[in-house]
């Protein structure tokens, strides 16, 4: 079990928590509770908790300032889920920059903290199936790092003790599910048969970031370039029929010191960047990057921009789709660097987030996508990056929309009353989405918020007392009655007048008779 620890100023806050979700079941169990982040520190450096889920606005010190204290003054990494309220943006986007987990608004989902508390569980079964120390797999996720020094490089290279000549194959996966330990040395087997390996010659180190290194030794002297890449294709092949994960591979210089080995592995962070600019899975080699042109970090800031405000504001999905192709078309074609991508990302949503905020709207999905942007832009695919950027601005064109209709006339209020005058038609969510030209999953989702039903039980409940209606005041047969209120299918509709009613159509009917013959 992972051990968790509740941080809110507010006791009812604490103890909903506490019982909003069966934790056990998810492999979670509170230890503890705190009610502001001072009290939770001393909890923290006694206990060490696996999981932090903490309020952001607290007295004495609040949850900012313990995430802070945690990361710069104690060197802990616990993965923090941050809780907010919908105008705590300004002060909670703070945080990001500490390598905070995940962002719950309150009144906190059920189904979102247990999608996030599952994300969290993932990266520990992740980290806890390797089998080496912690020192080694530390020093491997630094040498990932593109910001780490060439001397530290070095160090770290020496503190692996490797036996040299040694070949790095770098693996960065498409999508941020991190496979197992074993499902990794397992695709290994035919591809160490095939080029007469040992099992004993790799070393294999998962990083919680998307990125897989691989070390080969000391069998790798006899490859030759051909082999090497021939080996690297097949790692690849392996990873996509066996994990269903399209990846791109960098391949180091073999390396024949601590200071050689330093230098394939940035190699490999470079070309690991230059990756996420491909089309489709490859290897990069070494060699192959002399041929690509440098990446640049300076570019003015893209009309495309000030279009894509406008596009969203007008809730426009066919032009924020066009706006947002071409900002990552130039983005690819004038190879922009990632750092330089994220940064105007977003600084993009920080302007839209201050026009929501003015409506008082949702910023969540600002908070969500900030985050997601902080986090994974420099390790995610361009085109990946494309449509998880289209969707946030399509989202939050919706909810800009909502807020707009919702000035004059409710937008939920206006689809209660389409409902009631069409409820006999052929309806699905995605068609009343669509008159009302709001992406069908957002409006599911507001729905639920405003009205604490989801669309198609609410749909039936009308269809269900037009139906007593009509049986109280008329005498259709129930094949009849069932198609006047939307139902083709009369065992379909008897099915959900007894669910929702608990007795059949005939049996009610048959209870409305009784009276009468007494």
């Given at each position: 079990m992972l051990k968790v620890l509740l941080v809110d100023d507010e006791p009812v806050i604490r103890a909903g928590l506490a019982q909003l979700i069966p934790w056990e079941k998810y492999g979670y169990t509170i230890v503890a509770k705190a009610k502001n982040g001072e009290q939770a520190l001393q909890l923290i450096l006694a206990d060490m908790p696996d999981v932090i889920i903490t309020d952001i606005r607290m007295p004495r010190m609040d949850g900012l300032q313990l995430i802070q204290a945690l990361r710069e003054e104690h060197n802990l990494q616990t993965p923090v889920i941050v809780l907010t309220g919908f105008n705590e943006f300004d002060y909670a986007r703070q945080a990001i920059r500490y390598?905070?987990?995940?962002?719950?608004?309150?009144?906190?989902?059920?189904?979102?903290?247990?999608i996030a508390l599952s994300r969290i569980r993932s990266s520990f079964n992740i980290d806890h199936a390797l089998p080496v120390d912690s020192h080694s797999r530390n020093a491997i996720q630094l040498l990932l790092r593109s910001t780490t020094s060439h001397d530290t490089r070095i160090e770290l290279c020496q503190s692996l003790k490797a036996h040299y000549p040694v070949l790095l194959l770098v693996i960065m996966l498409q999508k941020h599910i991190q496979p197992?330990?074993?499902?990794?040395?397992?695709?290994?087997?035919?591809?160490?048969?095939?080029?007469?390996?040992?099992d004993a010659s790799l070393r294999i180190y998962i990083d919680a970031d998307g990125f897989i290194a691989v070390l080969i030794h000391p069998e790798s002297a006899h490859l030759s370039k051909t082999e090497e890449k021939q080996l690297a294709y097949a790692l690849l092949h392996a990873i996509h029929d066996n994990l269903d994960q399209e990846a791109f591979l960098s391949l180091g210089p073999?390396?024949?010191?601590?200071?050689?080995?330093?230098?394939?592995?940035?190699?490999?962070?470079?070309?690991?960047?230059?990756?996420?600019?491909?089309?489709?899975?490859?290897?990069?080699?070494y060699e192959d990057m002399k041929l690509l042109p440098p990446f640049r970090s300076h570019y003015e800031y893209l009309a495309f921009f000030q279009q894509l405000k406008e596009s969203i504001e007008n809730n426009n999905p066919q032009d924020m789709e066009r706006i947002v192709t071409a900002i990552f078309v130039y983005f690819v074609e004038q190879y922009i660097s990632p750092d330089t991508i994220k940064v105007h990302l977003y600084r993009f949503l920080l302007e839209i987030e201050k026009y929501v905020a003015e409506m008082n709207g949702d910023i969540q999905p600002i908070i969500t996508a900030a985050n997601h942007i902080d986090l994974t832009c420099t390790t995610t695919p361009i085109r990946i990056q494309r449509e998880t950027f289209l969707d946030t601005c399509q989202q939050i064109g919706t909810e800009i929309a909502f807020l707009r209709a919702q000035q004059n006339f409710g937008i939920i209020d206006q689809i209660e009353l389409y409902v009631s005058s069409h409820y006999h038609e052929n309806m699905t969510l995605k068609d009343v989405a669509a008159k009302f030209y709001m992406n069908h999953a957002y409006l599911g989702q507001l729905f639920r918020r405003k009205k604490e039903i989801h669309f198609n039980e609410y749909l039936h409940q009308v269809r269900i007392e037009e139906a007593k209606r009509l049986l109280r005041r008329t005498d259709l047969k129930i094949a009849e009655l069932a198609k006047k209120v939307g139902y083709n299918d009369p065992a379909y509709f008897s099915g959900k007048f007894e669910k929702h009613v608990g007795v059949t159509p005939t049996a009610y009917k048959l209870e409305l008779q009784a009276p009468r013959r007494q």
């Open positions: 390598q905070v987990r995940d962002y719950l608004l309150k009144p906190v989902d059920k189904e979102e903290l247990i197992a330990y074993t499902s990794i040395h397992q695709l290994l087997v035919p591809v160490r048969e095939t080029f007469r390996l040992s073999l390396a024949h010191s601590s200071e050689q080995l330093a230098d394939a592995f940035g190699a490999a962070c470079a070309a690991s960047v230059y990756s996420l600019y491909m089309n489709r899975p490859t290897v990069l080699a």
